[in-house]
């Protein structure tokens, strides 16, 4: 064996194991940096499945890209990873006013978030692409003995994109604990709805704020090239006492918040505001929820506009959301929104 030789085989000994499951499942890639403490508290031990077992680490990665030319060119999803309990269906064009248009489902295949379960989405669509994302159902976050569970959401808008990302409510069960990350990053010439709705547990079952806690950060910046200033900073942490949360600044004892952002060079920021406060007074007006508050603002250098919402009914809770919606769909694209299919 020549010294050459010897050199590479006392190089290949030394060399570090490949990482199991690749870079995707390591810590640093599907962990928050940082955890609000009223989650952390409870801590990572776990009496059945740790962090990072088979299954409990979820991925999904998709990229969307124009394709095709002229009257042919439609979105279309050209990026696709994805490792269980997270996976899609296949993008459906069943919008025939915008027959460019996926529509994309989210889907766990476990059925719901449990304790020490860790989930990360990274979103990418790229310049002039127009893409709605929802879920398949509702998020359920299952009662945890031990552990906590999060989610993180990386979201990026290119020029000229127009994306609806709007999820179905996510219900915590009982001593169940979670932590939601968002993160949007929107180019100064695209637009962006994103929503979320909580519900404060199985209702119908007359179970309300017997979670642990609930947290979510939501951040809409600009791209790093376009100085990365904040557009929306949204932080919620909710955090059972005797069956209610805070006192009558937080929810006042209602049962669903729910908010919107919509961040968009479209319309000014005021038409866009008008829309959403519109469409959910004619909600409200016709509902027997006399329990709903809810208001409207625009958001900061006329990027757009963000409505949030209080109430008790789950059917008034779905007409508000889904009329704000389609309100500001028909507002920034002229055409009216098409029934989503669950």
């Known amino acids: 064996m020549t010294d050459l030789e010897v050199g590479e085989v006392d190089a290949a000994m030394s060399a570090p194991e490949p990482l199991y499951g690749g870079p995707r499942l390591q810590p ?63 993008p459906l064009y069943y919008n025939t006013l915008r027959p460019d248009m996926p529509y994309t489902y989210l889907i766990t295949t476990g059925g719901g978030i449990l304790h020490n379960d860790r989930q990360r989405m990274d979103l990418t669509f790229g310049q002039g692409t127009s893409a709605f994302i929802t879920t398949q159902a509702h998020t359920k976050v299952y009662r945890m003995v031990s552990g906590y569970a999060t989610s993180i959401v990386n979201i990026d808008v290119a020029e000229g994109a127009y994306v609806e990302y709007l999820p179905d409510p996510l219900i915590p069960y009982v001593d169940s604990r979670f932590y939601q990350q968002l993160t949007a990053r929107v180019h100064p010439d695209a637009t962006l709805l994103v929503g979320e709705t909580v519900y404060a547990g199985r209702l119908t079952r007359g179970e309300r704020y017997a979670f642990g806690a609930y947290a979510s950060d939501l951040e809409v910046r600009r791209p790093d090239d376009h100085g990365g200033e904040p557009v929306a900073i949204d932080r919620v942490r909710l955090v059972p006492r005797d069956g209610r949360v805070g006192g009558d600044a937080v929810l006042g004892g209602r049962d669903i918040v729910s908010s919107l952002y919509v961040v968009t060079p479209l319309q000014p920021a005021a038409r866009v505001a008008a829309a959403l406060h519109d469409a959910v007074a004619k909600v409200v007006a016709a509902s027997a929820d006399d329990s709903v508050r809810f208001g409207v603002s625009v958001l900061p250098a006329d990027a757009g506009a963000w409505l949030r919402y209080a109430g008790n009914d789950t059917v008034t809770s779905l007409a508000v959301h889904t009329a704000a919606a389609a309100a500001v769909h028909e507002l920034l694209t002229g055409r009216p929104a098409p029934l989503v299919r669950k």
């Open 28 to 90: 640093a890639h599907f962990e928050p940096e940082h955890v609000p403490i009223e989650v952390a508290r409870y801590g990572t031990e776990s009496y059945t499945l740790p962090v990072g077992s088979p299954g409990k680490v979820g991925i999904l990665e998709l990229g969307f890209e124009l394709r095709g030319q002229g009257d042919s060119q439609r979105t279309e999803l050209v990026h696709h990873y994805q490792k269980a309990p997270l996976q899609i269906m296949k």
